[in-house]
């Protein structure tokens, strides 16, 4: 497409990452340094800012504090779950999106996401081409997931990495240091797919990580987890470290978490069903069927956010993911994803490139089966060779009273 | 007590923290240069480990692996929880302690742990005084929840409130991070005082922190509570974060979960109650009560063990703890423990200072009354004064492999 003149829009969507602003920050500070781009507007809430009318002049912002969101957490624009509707059945948003787009002139739009906001992309990208209206519009990835197809890997997946196999080198250490036994069952971020659940392997590799790892790659078994744990416990002191990702189902695609309660009838006294997480459900269910002491943790949203711990090589490559999307962009591209792909060799690099953003969406990428070892005993050197590289660094907000000083914006309304 | 020659024991005990292996190097490599001390051994598992005669010769390991063990999370040593009877009513773990000590000579004792270590410290002190037999005992302390009387705070209090406050500011981010309202219950660790929870106000003192904080210190008012959630939420679209401590009590003195399982009934098929975490326990209560989006987080062990987030201020004061103790039992001290005085004026400084043991055995400190603001809304300006200076600096292990490298010891038996 043409080498538009006009403003561009940046939104963030889904669940945060570490390092969601650091692509933000690539976005604005290139955008900001663009001779065609007129105005950057940074939508309040994603899509949603975009319908309400409700953005921020990116322009009127400290150059200092663009440069701190690299290590500021979580979404500064603040976040959205919206999944848009086929434009064939209901375009009420996309006639939306195209007056709102026209009435401030956007002839860019960034859209920083994982599947679902690819989707939404892609929509938007197809219904403006169809209206014959010029909009280059790139979408930048995102998600602590690791789950887009197409894509080495994706910008948020490296920092929570990180936080799982440290986080899980020191709770080790911690589980571990009385003489008495304990079974850790550790419940990891994941639905589908399990590359940060996988990531407990690299703590392993470093001799201090779980004993076994359960992915939602394959059919949970609840009588070969017990199984497993006991012969683990039995042959160490009665210590047992387990890493399961939240996404576990049984072969026939329960959840573990309702599978237990369907055969244990754990239900409360009006007969409800008590869902908890799936680590403190097997916690239970160890205890019952194993006993001794048995602790479960998630790491909940900390292992989403734990900018503290973020990955240099992560926040770098996900401020450079935001700067590519808007040269790409300005060089005349348009419904594309950036994508990171990995050059042969031993040493790590990676190149920038553009995929048809219609591949990005809705596709799950999961773990290879040969990178999984047999009886849940982790992954393979394969595994821990391609997650190394993208752990390596240290990069997080400076400190201010000991405490981090995460980017302020002052976010003036348009 | 004279200046003895001979061997020196050292043992850790307790939960784990960031630091005790800091104080555990402290130790080692000030008794290592010390004339009069012999041999320098660590006990397995504590006091466990001397009953046992298992310890480890210290003189044995690398002096660069002594070092790493200040940014080494857990007890690398083990760690025990036993408590010693008194010895008018069984004397038996005190012969056997004496007929240890005497069979290898060990002139001096090193004990570091919170106040039931301080006990063990104190009868294993008061009995060897009594059988004439000479040995310096010091305690080093140690405890996240920074309870120990007479001191101005504990080692390992510093780097646990850095997590909390760190982590909790990471979290404000990720859980007001939508348009949609989240009620996000936290849960942190302390059962009988409340220093660590506060520890959370810091991150509101940088504006990202708690609406609302319950500490032990104060009873729980269950109905006071729901509204107060409920006005915050009502006041700011639905979003409002809590901070409780895991012992927080009613005021007939039962511990939340127990009060809400008795008023609500919900016991399982077998009538037993399920008892969960307490932050669980109220989400489930605030769920059913107001509704909406409730999430409910625990610290869990990563609050002990987060060395990665380690104060340089803790670090360097439980290191140098050790190293006082053992100084301080050379020149002929005993049956006392360190402590740390806070000097007038507004650069921080400590001193390091003995204290009898007795008075630290058992005895709580908790926050003084007037440092807690009214309705739950937090601590007073006096609690940050207190608590900022606790928190400074970073100081962690190397990184390798982008991975922390801890301490290796090579734990040559006796």
């Known amino acids: 497409m043409k080498n538009l003149v006009g403003a561009c829009m940046f939104g963030q969507s889904g669940g945060p990452t570490s390092v969601i602003n650091s692509s933000a920050a690539g976005v604005f500070i290139e955008a900001l340094a663009q001779k065609n781009i007129t105005k950057v507007y940074g939508a309040a809430n994603g899509i949603q800012g975009i319908l309400n009318e409700n953005f921020y002049d990116i322009g009127k912002e400290d ?27 209901d375009d009420t948003d996309y006639k939306r999106i195209l007056e709102v787009f026209k009435k401030y002139n956007v002839r860019y739009f960034f859209y920083n996401g994982g599947n679902d906001s690819m989707d939404t992309c892609n929509k938007i990208s197809k219904y403006l081409l169809k209206s014959g209206y010029e909009c280059n519009i790139i979408g930048v990835p995102k998600t602590i997931d690791n789950d887009l197809y197409g894509t080495d890997h994706c910008p948020g997946y490296g920092s929570a990495a990180k936080y799982v196999a440290t986080t899980m080198m020191e709770l080790f250490l911690d589980a571990t240091v009385y003489d008495k036994g304990q079974i850790t069952i550790v419940e990891i971020m994941g639905r589908n797919a399990g590359w940060l659940t996988a990531a407990s392997a690299l703590a392993s ?22 199984i497993q ?33 369907d055969s244990s009838a ?88 553009l995929m048809d953003i219609e591949l990005a969406a809705n596709t799950e990428k999961k773990i290879p089966d040969n990178w999984i070892l047999p009886d849940n005993k982790g992954l393979s050197q394969e595994f821990i060779d391609y997650a190394l590289p993208l752990i390596q660094g240290d990069c997080k907000a400076p400190l201010e009273d000991g405490l981090p000083r995460f980017a302020k914006l002052r976010k003036v309304k348009v």
Chains 1, 2 share one sequence.
């Open 63 to 89: 150059e200092k504090e663009l440069y701190l969101l690299k290590n500021t957490p979580s979404s500064a624009l603040g976040s959205v779950r919206y999944k848009l509707k086929s434009a064939d059945v």
């Open 205 to 226: 590799y470093k001799g201090l990580g779980p004993d076994l790892i359960y992915l939602p790659e394959q059919a949970f078994d609840i009588e070969k987890f017990l």
């Open 229 to 261: 744990v006991k012969n683990v416990a039995d042959a160490n002191q009665g210590k047992c470290i387990v890493a399961l990702s939240e996404g576990i189902k049984t072969a026939d695609g329960k959840y573990v978490v309702e599978a237990i309660a």
């Open 266 to 353: 754990a239900k409360d006294s009006f007969g409800h069903t008590q869902l908890g997480g799936v680590a403190a459900t097997l916690a239970g269910h160890v205890k019952e069927k194993i006993g001794g002491k048995v602790r479960a943790i998630e790491f909940s949203l900390m292992q989403r956010c734990g900018a503290h711990l973020a990955s240099k090589v992560d926040v770098e490559e996900a401020f450079e993911a935001g700067r590519v999307a808007v040269r790409s962009a300005c060089e005349g591209n348009t419904d594309k994803m950036v994508v990171f792909i990995r050059k042969p060799g031993k040493e790590y690099e990676i190149s920038y490139e």
